[in-house]
């Protein structure tokens, strides 16, 4: 080896120890940066001795992070669902208090067999109207409870679509300018942290699949196929439903580039799961409730014989029903109007007009409306609490175990990608020894070269 070799040889191995201690400053200067990821520089043996320098390398684990980013749309499917039908529980009521059905049919019950025995005593004829005026205010807020989520969950898929376009919109400029980048030989760790941590954003509202193009473009597809970004970004459209009320049904999709998802290719994450609450979850529920409430109106249609084309001591929109409800609208339920004196009804009108003011078989028939038995409304009232409870308690479960996952995914991603700060001092006094000795090396060629001279 000649001298100027060595000399060639060592001035590259200064270089390359400089950039590893500039790289090692970056490292632990972004130690607690959100999103960044440890760098390494990019050396090899330069042919004909010394070493070449590339850019820094980012030292990340796309296997690891894709797994993290799964837990993340598990975790927003499962908090998105748990939130919503915690909610609803709540409007069932607690098990044992009295604001569940159960006890409120209770009440009336109890009501009924008062005036059976007292029908000339008013008060119990009041008792009777005001059990059943807040047993059908109950249903309504349980009712509405059910709309006012389908409309939450409306909103957020409307939000989530919002969301995705224009996370979309940077991931596809980032990659721009990656591809600039990389053609103009600039570094493009930063840009990648930036587009890896949009994507992050994402990932609580659907699934994606990440594919790297050799330009150092990416595209992005759902877990089920749909391509979110391949060179251009799809355009997804979501037409919101605004101001639900009990006679309106929701049927808006969302659309992919001007086309309906009818085959649900954007499903998982949070986006997903409202989609699932606003046409799944929460129709079964209200149909389930209008199963119980129709059942209701009818029992009592049923054991009135005097109420001739009245309704029974429940009303469906003021007027008789004629069939069980079974739709995915909620039935409005009401105090029927002969008895309601905010419709100019009376409580006394429960004594009816076929037999004395003391006669309380009226009364008596209506309270076998309430009798148990295996289809008995205290049955049913309890089976749809209990639906509508055990599916919640379901959801908080499956978000617990979607955390546990999301929380061990992370760790893992953490240990590969992050900054370990005594890691990066211990590899800074490796660069310091390279230095010294490629520094080292030239002081004894310089020394030489100064004999020479002197010869």
Not at 155 to 182: F, M, P, Y
Not at 225 to 247: E, V, W
Not at 376 to 399: E, F, H, P, W, Y
């Amino acid at each position: 080896m000649s001298l100027s070799s060595a000399l060639s040889n060592s001035a590259s191995g200064l270089n390359a120890a400089a950039r590893g201690m500039q790289t090692v400053s970056d490292n632990v200067a972004n130690a607690l940066t959100p999103g960044y990821v440890r760098r390494s520089p990019d050396v090899a043996s330069r042919a004909g001795g010394g070493v070449a320098i590339g850019a820094d390398l980012r030292q990340d684990a796309q296997r690891l992070s894709a797994e993290r980013r799964q837990a993340d749309a598990s975790i927003g499917s499962a908090q998105a669902k748990a939130t919503a039908l915690d909610r609803v529980a709540t409007a069932f009521g607690i098990p044992g208090t009295e604001h569940t059905l159960s006890a409120m049919l209770a009440k009336l019950g109890g009501a009924l067999d008062a005036a059976a025995l007292t029908p000339e005593n008013r008060q119990t004829l009041i008792d009777v109207t005001d059990a059943a005026s807040r047993l059908s205010g109950r249903i309504n807020d349980i009712a509405a409870t059910l709309m006012g989520e389908r409309q939450r969950a409306d909103t957020a898929v409307a939000k989530a679509v919002d969301r995705l376009n224009t996370g979309l919109a940077e991931v596809e400029g980032l990659n721009q300018s990656i591809v600039i980048a990389r053609a103009q030989g600039s570094p493009t760790a930063s840009l990648q942290d930036q587009r890896d941590g949009v994507i992050d954003r994402l990932s609580d509202i659907l699934p994606l699949r990440r594919v790297e193009r050799e330009t150092g473009e990416i595209a992005l597809f759902s877990t089920r196929g749909a391509a979110l970004l391949d060179g251009d970004r799809a355009i997804l459209a979501f037409d919101q439903t605004r101001g639900i009320g009990f006679a309106q049904n929701l049927t808006t999709a969302v659309s992919i580039d001007g086309r309906t998802d009818t085959a649900r290719l954007l499903s998982g994450g949070a986006l997903g799961a409202n989609l699932d609450l606003r046409d799944v979850f929460l129709p079964q529920m209200t149909q389930d409730l209008n199963g119980f409430t129709s059942a209701l109106v009818i029992r009592f249609q049923d054991a009135d014989p005097d109420r001739g084309t009245n309704p029974g001591l429940f009303a469906v929109n003021d007027a008789v029903l004629a069939a069980p409800g079974g739709d995915q609208l909620p039935l409005e339920l009401s105090l029927a109007p002969q008895y309601d004196p905010a419709k100019g009804g009376d409580a006394t009108n429960l004594r009816g007009t076929l037999a004395p003011a003391t006669d309380g078989a009226r009364h008596l028939a209506m309270a076998a409306a309430l009798d148990p038995g295996v289809d008995g409304l205290q049955s049913r009232a309890v089976d749809v609490s209990v639906a509508a409870i055990s599916t919640a308690d379901r959801s908080n479960q499956s978000l617990a175990a979607a955390q546990a996952v999301g929380l061990a995914a992370l760790e893992a991603e953490q240990t590969a990608t992050s900054v370990n700060t005594d890691a990066e001092l211990q590899t800074l006094l490796a660069y310091e020894t390279a230095y010294a000795a490629n520094a080292r090396v030239i002081a004894a060629v310089d020394e030489m070269l100064r004999r020479l001279l002197e010869i």
